[in-house]
């Protein structure tokens, strides 16, 4: 009858045990999300490329960085951080002629959403307005990732404003929407989407940059 | 006053016996959602820029990584500018073959999808992220992510 005395097994430092490797494991768990500025590059051009069609300047917003990380923008004036969002608003938002002709050949119309000065010597119309970055090789990436941030956040105001005029809800709410919904509510959306994006692409060129 | 007494015995203990089943839980949790860094750094773990339009990066699968910074080993200077591929540093021009490689692991209607996620240190400079992006669009690898930080709003 020696199977009645077989003690029980002390449990009791189980907890202590699985404590341990709980807070080893709790430690060493990195949740990272990857999250990041989000660029699609120009596909890369044949030799015998014909010649660009040439872009009137006034469509163009040039803002160089030097590399004492200096801000010039237009070739003309020095700038912080914090005014090119302003800057580049004002250059997009201008609005003072026709957009880009349609792909079916109908021309094209001034911008009718667009609240900005109108004046000629500044772009066109949105899908006109190219901004575009030019970087010496010695600028600090911190800086140059800053710009790009201030400049995509000049477009971000931009359609959460028209999102907000012609479907009452800001644009990223709108996109978030987008992403979470199905069926007929997601095609609804979707064109919603591609409305805005439309209305205010964004363009911003990173030329090569000088040495 | 014996009805005082039995107050005084105060509250019975707790019962703990179901603690570990509560702990191995979260263990389990954890270990299924650990994931191990695939490569260790050979460049100084690079203290990414800050910015606030952002979008997070899905399928990790997907996602190819290049991180830019200062060597740990001595050897290699104390500029912030080496690129490490994988476990090594590695100049600009291992990036097609490095891209290549990496396509062979997935799917060839995902191929499209794939990003690049390009981890750099504030201080590194431009130039070095224009000569990878080159290379990049030599081998067709247009989409791209600059790792940042989620900056405060202003």
Do not use: W
Not at chain 1, 145 to 153: D, H
Not at chain 2, 15 to 32: C, E, H, K, R
Not at chain 2, 73 to 84: F, L, M, S
Not at chain 2, 98 to 112: Q, T, Y
């Amino acid at each position: 009858m020696a199977k009645r005395d077989v003690p029980e097994i002390n449990a009791g430092s189980m907890a202590d045990i699985a404590f341990l490797l709980l807070i080893f494991f709790l430690v060493t768990t990195t949740m990272d999300v990857d999250t990041g500025i989000s660029r699609k590059l120009p596909e890369k051009q044949p030799e015998d490329m014909p010649e660009p069609p040439k872009l009137k300047e006034k469509n163009v917003f040039i803002v160089t960085v030097n590399r004492n990380n200096d801000i010039l923008v237009e070739g003309e004036t020095f700038m912080t951080i914090d005014k090119i969002r302003e800057e580049a608003l004002k250059f997009i938002d201008n609005g003072g002629g026709d957009g880009k002709p349609g792909e079916d050949g109908t021309p094209g119309a001034p911008c009718d959403y667009c609240e900005g000065e109108r004046s000629p010597s500044s772009s066109d119309h949105p899908n006109k307005a190219i901004i575009s970055v030019q970087s010496d090789r010695g600028t600090d990436y911190g800086t140059y990732i800053e710009v790009q941030n201030e400049l995509l956040k000049a477009y971000t105001v931009l359609r959460n404003r028209l999102s907000q005029q012609r479907y009452g809800i800001a644009y990223s709410e709108l996109e978030k929407r987008y992403k979470d919904s199905r069926g007929t509510e997601k095609d609804d959306l979707k064109k919603k989407v591609e409305d805005i994006k439309t209305s205010f692409p964004q363009i911003i060129s990173d030329a090569e940059p000088t040495s | 006053m014996s009805k005082f007494k039995k107050k005084k015995k105060g509250m019975p203990a707790v019962n703990t016996a179901s603690l570990p089943d509560i702990v191995f839980m979260l263990l389990f949790f954890f270990m299924v959602t650990t994931t191990m860094r695939e490569t260790s750094l050979q460049i100084e773990a690079p203290r990414l820029p800050s910015a606030t339009e952002i979008k997070k990066l899905e399928h990790k699968s997907l996602v190819s990584t290049i991180y830019v910074g200062k060597a740990k080993d001595e050897k290699y200077g104390t500029a912030y500018n080496r690129i490490q591929l994988n476990d090594k540093i590695a100049t600009p021009e291992d990036v097609p073959s490095f891209i290549l490689r990496a396509r062979e692991e997935v799917s060839e209607g995902e191929i499209p999808f794939m990003t690049t996620s390009i981890k750099a240190d504030k201080e590194s400079s431009v130039g070095t992220i224009t000569d990878i992006r080159i290379k990049l669009r030599d081998v067709n690898a247009l989409k791209l992510s600059y790792s940042t930080q989620t900056g405060a709003d202003n």
